[in-house]
């Protein structure tokens, strides 16, 4: 079937409109943070996988970091556990950390790697326990109120430090890394990391031009529910200040603009619902969603 010159002309527009980006962001680095439902909804995984491989093929080298809340959840219902959350950090006693590591570094990323492959690309899953890639040390967390007691989760980590070279070494032969945020500690313990936390700081350590995160919201909004975008790291910082942005964006948005500070060129907040809000975001004039700068 034909087109006919009216979609041709507009089909024919959104082409051509790909070309400088890609033209600017070949050979370049793009994180993103793979969560909400674009990891759950089966229409929407296939155009994410889809995209990653497109940006792939075009010269990009995209890293996916995922989550898996809701995964983990199932699995520890199954097994008779409850999932407990402190300040939004999940209590991980060491039952729970083998449930989050079956899940996270087998069941979610395998699932991830497939589907990419399928797709037509060379995805590799790793967690921050291959090749000591992500060292991690325990985090506490500060109690509710006006408590300073600084409270033990179990194992919870913050990543201490990350070692670039196994995903350089991955895209020097154009296979496309999927990380599990899982990091391991100076006796080899593992760590539950937050998926936010470890993307910001891969994409700080890989020097990379965009860190992407999809979530289930259109991007930051202010306290009419309105989009904000074209974001300084200033102007998000007053955001936190005045309460604008808090509860479960904190530390999306945290680890973002720790990011941007620390030499990644630009972050974004998109919305994952939207079908191929990867390559709108990268690929089209408008994007769909908050753009955060550093200037």
């Not at 093929?57 to 219902?77: A, F, S, T, Y």
């Amino acid at each position: 079937m034909s087109l006919t010159a009216t979609t041709a002309a507009a089909k024919a527009k959104i082409l051509a409109e790909a070309l400088p980006y890609i033209q600017r962001f070949h050979g370049k680095t793009i994180v993103v943070k793979y969560g909400g439902n674009a990891m759950t909804d089966a229409k929407l995984k296939e155009g994410f996988a889809r995209d990653v491989v497109l940006l792939k093929v075009v010269g990009m080298n995209p890293v996916i970091v995922h989550g898996g809340g809701p995964q983990i959840d199932e699995l520890l219902k199954r097994v008779g556990k409850k999932g407990e959350f402190i300040q939004g950090m999940r209590v991980t006693d060491a039952e729970t950390m083998d449930v989050v590591e079956m899940v996270l570094g087998g069941q979610v990323n395998k699932d991830i790697v497939n589907l990419i492959n399928r797709h037509g690309g060379r995805a590799v899953g790793l967690t921050g326990k291959d090749g000591n890639f992500i060292r991690a040390r325990k985090l506490r967390v500060r109690g509710s109120g006006d408590s300073e007691e600084l409270l033990d989760i179990g194992q919870v980590g913050e990543v201490e430090s990350i070692d670039p070279e196994i995903v350089n070494l991955l895209h020097t032969r154009s296979f496309i890394p999927v990380i599990a945020p899982v990091g391991v500690g100076a006796n080899g313990e593992s760590y539950n990391i937050n998926a936010d936390l470890v993307a910001g700081k891969v994409a700080e350590i890989l020097r990379a031009e965009k860190l992407i995160v999809l979530t289930n919201t259109p991007g930051v909004l202010d306290k009419n529910g309105n989009l904000l975008t074209g974001l300084t790291a200033r102007r998000v910082d007053e955001l936190f200040a005045d309460g604008t942005i808090s509860g479960g964006m904190l530390p999306k948005i945290g680890s973002a603009l720790e990011a941007v500070k620390n030499g990644v060129n630009t972050c974004h907040i998109i919305d994952g619902r939207v079908e191929h809000a990867l390559l709108l975001e990268i690929l089209t004039d408008e994007g769909v969603g908050t753009l955060i700068r550093r200037h």
